[in-house]
């Protein structure tokens, strides 16, 4: 089994959070601010860098209005 974090499951999860903030209209720092955190924890998030747990991944489904399955799709 691969070790990596890069699989095409989690580059698809990736993508599909960077199209639900720009189809939003949000930037990294407005994210960042609805978050708590800083916009290099978004950048981190989108660019792969990490992984993304469920709390994380509800959180951004609630800022994006967007049903967890959307990412997991």
């Given at each position: 089994m691969d070790k990596t974090i890069f699989t095409e499951s989690h580059r698809k999860l990736v993508?599909?959070?960077?199209?639900?903030r720009k189809?939003?209209?949000?930037?990294?720092?407005?994210?960042?601010?609805?978050?708590?955190?800083?916009?290099?924890y978004i950048s981190k998030m989108e660019s792969g860098q990490c992984r993304i747990d469920t709390v994380q991944l509800k959180e951004?489904?609630?800022?994006?209005?967007?049903?967890?399955?959307f990412f997991l799709k």
């Open positions: 993508q599909r959070l960077k199209e639900a189809k939003t209209g949000l930037n990294q720092v407005d994210v960042a601010e609805k978050l708590g955190r800083s916009q290099s951004f489904a609630a800022i994006y209005k967007k049903e967890i399955a």
